[in-house]
């Protein structure tokens, strides 16, 4: 059964750093993606990062281009997003996500690409 655990949000400054963490469990890592997501109140969710498990390969939202990193610890079932530069309009509940595929790219910031769900993380950004 595949368990997905997200920590390390929080309220910070604007222009401040936050990393969160995705604990993955139940599942063979090789042979899944894990996606970010975040949704604001009264806004969509909205995909941001995915990582292949498998080689690394990462993939990103223009929103948050140049500013998020994705990665993952294959030794401790971790992926991490570090988030850097944070603005107000990032607020939101960050989600991560898991779907069994050996793919990357575009379509894996669609939320129905997957079917295991962590329960969320708040990041508040605000003066």
């Known amino acids: 059964q595949v368990q997905l655990v997200e920590s390390g949000g929080g309220l910070v400054q604007p222009g401040s750093s936050l990393r969160l963490s995705c604990a993955a469990s139940?599942?063979?890592?090789?042979?899944?993606?894990i996606g970010w997501f975040r949704q604001a109140p009264g806004k969509e969710r909205e995909g941001i990062s995915c990582?292949?498990?498998?080689?690394?390969?990462?993939y990103y939202a223009d929103s948050v281009k140049g500013r998020f990193t994705i990665s993952r610890d294959s030794a401790k079932n971790m992926v991490y997003l570090q988030m850097s530069s944070l603005k107000p309009e990032d607020t939101a509940v960050y989600f991560c996500?898991?779907?069994?595929?050996?793919?990357?790219?575009?379509?894996?910031?669609?939320?129905?690409?997957?079917?295991?769900w962590g329960q969320g993380t708040q990041v508040t950004v605000s003066s």
């Open positions: 139940g599942f063979t890592w090789d042979y899944y993606v």
């Open positions: 996500a898991a779907t069994e595929s050996i793919g990357y790219g575009r379509s894996f910031l669609e939320s129905w690409e997957y079917i295991s």
């Open positions: 990582i292949n498990l498998r080689d690394g390969t990462p």
